[in-house]
Every structure is written in C-alpha cells, then in structure tokens.
Nanobody
Framework: QVQLVESGGGFVQPGGSLRLSCAAS????????MGWYRQAPGKQRELVAT???????NYRESVKGRFTISRDNAKSTVYLQMNSLKPEDTAVYYCSAKSDIRFWWGQGTQVTVSS
C-alpha cells in the first residue's frame, strides 16, 4: 500500500525558512509526479508546487522565487524548501503523488509563520 509521510513542519518567524520532506513507499516513485498542496483554516486546499518524473517544476504564483521543490529518486523523497516565509504561508502542507490515474495524499504537516 502506498504511504506518503511528511516531516519538517513547525513554527517559524516571518522571513524564516523550513524544509519539508515527504518519504514515499509502496509505489514506483521515479515515474510519479509529486506535489505539495496546502490548506489554511477555512480555505480550500490549493496547489503549491509540482515536480514531474523528468524534473519539470510548476509553482503557484505567490510562492515563486521563495519555494523550491525537488526530488531524490534514490531515496523516494520529495522536498519543499521554503524561504522568506510569510504569515499567509501558514497552513497544513500535504504531499501528493500522481501516477497514471491514481492519486495519493500524505497526512499533512503543520507550518505556522508568526511573530
């Protein structure tokens, strides 16, 4: 069975950095498109970034230049480096995996940006 396990969330002051990790198991990681979504209280879940099996990346406009998604196929892990964090980045961040028509979610990790 597929498992996506996120880690690296926490509390950080505005302007700070965090790196999220998502370790995948039970799937062919190297051929999957991996992604990060987030959901703030009272809001819909939104796409943050994706990375294809070939390494092509896509970001939502509000995080461009601040966030970087990357993957390590040897470790079946996807990362989200988040710099220059803002209070509006506060949310639960979810890892996702897509392969063919199948889609999986992780359990989420909380990121709180506050002074």
């Amino acid at each position: 069975q597929v498992q996506l396990v996120e880690s690296g969330g926490g509390f950080v002051q505005p302007g700070g950095s965090l790196r999220l990790s998502c370790a995948a198991s039970g799937m062919a990681f190297s051929v999957a498109t991996m992604g990060w979504y987030r959901q703030a209280p009272g809001k819909q879940r939104e796409l943050v970034a994706t990375i294809s099996s070939e390494g092509s990346t896509n970001y939502r406009e509000s995080v461009k230049g601040r966030f970087t998604i990357s993957r390590d196929n040897a470790k079946s892990t996807v990362y989200l480096q988040m710099n220059s964090l803002k209070p509006e980045d506060t949310a639960v961040y979810y890892c996702s995996a897509k392969s063919d028509i199948r889609f999986w979610w992780g359990q989420g990790t909380q990121v709180t940006v506050s002074s």
